[in-house]
Protein backbone atom coordinates (compact mmCIF):
# COMPACT_ATOMS: atom_id res chain seq x y z
CA UNK A 1 0.00 0.00 0.00
CA UNK A 2 2.74 2.73 0.58
CA UNK A 3 3.22 5.22 3.24
CA UNK A 4 1.21 8.05 1.50
CA UNK A 5 -1.98 5.69 0.52
CA UNK A 6 -1.55 4.39 4.49
CA UNK A 7 -1.97 7.79 5.63
CA UNK A 8 -4.74 8.94 3.44
CA UNK A 9 -6.86 5.80 4.68
CA UNK A 10 -5.72 6.23 8.43
CA UNK A 11 -6.23 9.50 9.09
CA UNK A 12 -9.91 10.49 8.46
CA UNK A 13 -10.70 6.81 10.00
CA UNK A 14 -8.73 8.21 13.04
CA UNK A 15 -10.48 11.52 13.30
CA UNK A 16 -13.57 9.89 12.78
CA UNK A 17 -13.00 7.18 16.28
CA UNK A 18 -11.35 10.28 18.12
CA UNK A 19 -14.85 12.04 17.42
CA UNK A 20 -16.52 9.81 19.21
CA UNK A 21 -14.27 8.13 21.67
CA UNK A 22 -11.81 10.97 22.91
CA UNK A 23 -9.63 9.57 25.42
CA UNK A 24 -8.46 6.89 23.35
CA UNK A 25 -4.79 5.70 22.55
CA UNK A 26 -4.71 5.66 18.57
CA UNK A 27 -1.99 3.34 17.29
CA UNK A 28 -0.53 3.38 13.79
CA UNK A 29 1.14 0.07 12.88
CA UNK A 30 3.93 0.46 10.87
CA UNK A 31 7.38 -2.07 9.05
CA UNK A 32 8.32 0.72 6.48
CA UNK A 33 11.52 1.88 8.03
CA UNK A 34 12.62 3.65 5.43
CA UNK A 35 9.65 5.60 5.44
CA UNK A 36 8.19 6.33 8.86
CA UNK A 37 9.69 10.01 8.99
CA UNK A 38 7.20 10.49 5.80
CA UNK A 39 4.08 8.54 7.71
CA UNK A 40 4.75 10.46 11.47
CA UNK A 41 5.09 13.68 9.26
CA UNK A 42 1.05 12.79 7.79
CA UNK A 43 0.13 11.48 10.86
CA UNK A 44 1.87 12.28 13.46
CA UNK A 45 -0.59 15.06 14.88
CA UNK A 46 -3.72 12.13 15.01
CA UNK A 47 -2.42 8.91 16.46
CA UNK A 48 -0.82 8.52 19.66
CA UNK A 49 1.85 5.62 18.97
CA UNK A 50 3.89 3.97 16.44
CA UNK A 51 3.77 0.26 16.26
CA UNK A 52 6.87 -1.01 14.48
CA UNK A 53 6.59 -4.57 13.34
CA UNK A 54 9.42 -6.68 12.33
CA UNK A 55 9.67 -9.39 9.72
CA UNK A 56 13.24 -11.58 10.22
CA UNK A 57 14.21 -14.26 8.80
CA UNK A 58 14.84 -17.17 11.34
CA UNK A 59 18.11 -17.50 10.00
CA UNK A 60 18.98 -14.03 11.12
CA UNK A 61 18.33 -14.77 15.27
CA UNK A 62 21.17 -14.67 16.09
CA UNK A 63 22.22 -11.37 15.16
CA UNK A 64 18.56 -9.70 15.08
CA UNK A 65 18.19 -8.30 18.35
CA UNK A 66 21.59 -6.16 17.31
CA UNK A 67 19.71 -5.07 14.54
CA UNK A 68 16.42 -4.49 16.49
CA UNK A 69 17.97 -2.15 18.85
CA UNK A 70 19.37 -0.38 16.01
CA UNK A 71 16.23 -0.09 14.65
CA UNK A 72 14.49 1.56 18.14
CA UNK A 73 17.85 4.15 17.94
CA UNK A 74 16.56 4.93 14.54
CA UNK A 75 12.81 5.00 15.99
CA UNK A 76 13.73 7.39 18.80
CA UNK A 77 15.52 9.85 16.24
CA UNK A 78 12.63 9.43 14.03
CA UNK A 79 9.97 10.20 16.80
CA UNK A 80 12.21 12.61 18.54
CA UNK A 81 11.98 15.10 15.43
CA UNK A 82 8.15 14.38 14.54
CA UNK A 83 5.20 16.84 14.87
CA UNK A 84 4.32 14.25 17.72
CA UNK A 85 7.88 13.65 19.88
CA UNK A 86 5.29 12.92 23.34
Known amino acids: MGVKAYAERLLPL ?3 IRERWPQITLYACT ?4 EDAKLLERVGETIDLISYHLYDDPNNY ?4 ANFEAVWTRYRDIIGSSPNRG
Open 14 to 16: AKA
Open 31 to 34: FWEA
Open 62 to 65: ATGP
